[in-house]
Structure formats: structure tokens, C-alpha cells
């Protein structure tokens, strides 16, 4: 497997999370401390610095310490990577299913012709 397989692996396996989803949300917005994002789910601290760490070990995030205060913000190259697959897939697909639907409308004009 390539680097780039690797590194689009990991990110949608980050985005698979809706805790992380939430967070990139949250950081779509500007950087934000630790405690400010962790502050609207439900979980003990450490679970969910377990979530930043899968953020930023697949470059979605980066943090920054100053004394005792950890600032997130995000980055945006890996959201680029992930949205260039996808706009592959989606042209890839698209043209499928253009190809699909003339070859029906041509079965469906040799139906009418008989």
C-alpha cells in the first residue's frame, strides 16, 4: 500500500468517528482549546483525548501547547486529500452511470422498434 493509500486510510478512519466529525466541525469555526472542545460530549477527558490523538496522528489536526493551555486547529490538506478521492469517485461513478443509462435507453428503443 502507497503512503497516500495509508494516509487517506487513516483519515476516513478518523471521519468514520462522529465524535471527530464534531470536533473538525468545531475547528471549522478557528483553533480552540482542549477543554473548550471536549466541553460538549459526555466522556471523561482522557477518552476523549484518545479522539484528538487519531486527529492529529492522521495530520487532520494539529495542537500547539503555551504554559498549560492545548490549542487545536485544523488542517485542511488531509480534508483536500480526501475530498480530491472523492471527487475522483464521484466523476468515476458519474460516468458509469451515464454509460448505464444510455445503454438502457437504447435496449428500451430496440424494445419499442420490435
Known amino acids: 500500500m502507497t503512503n497516500q493509500q495509508t494516509r487517506l486510510n487513516d483519515t476516513f478512519h478518523a471521519l468514520a468517528d462522529p465524535t471527530r466529525r464534531a470536533v473538525l466541525a468545531a475547528l471549522g469555526t478557528g483553533p480552540a482549546t ?11 477527558l482522557p477518552t476523549f483525548l484518545q479522539h484528538l490523538k487519531v486527529l492529529e496522528e ?14 487545536c486547529q485544523i ?3 488531509a480534508l483536500a486529500e480526501a475530498e480530491d478521492w472523492l471527487g475522483a469517485q464521484r466523476s468515476l461513478w458519474t460516468k458509469r452511470l ?5 445503454y438502457l435507453r437504447q435496449l428500451h428503443a430496440m424494445e ?3
Open 98 to 102: 451515464d454509460q448505464l443509462d444510455d
Open 112 to 114: 419499442k422498434q420490435k
Open 58 to 71: 492522521c495530520g487532520l489536526v494539529r495542537s500547539k501547547k503555551v504554559g498549560r493551555v492545548r490549542t
Open 75 to 77: 488542517k485542511p490538506k
Open 34 to 44: 482542549v477543554s473548550d472542545l471536549a466541553q460538549p460530549f459526555d466522556m471523561a
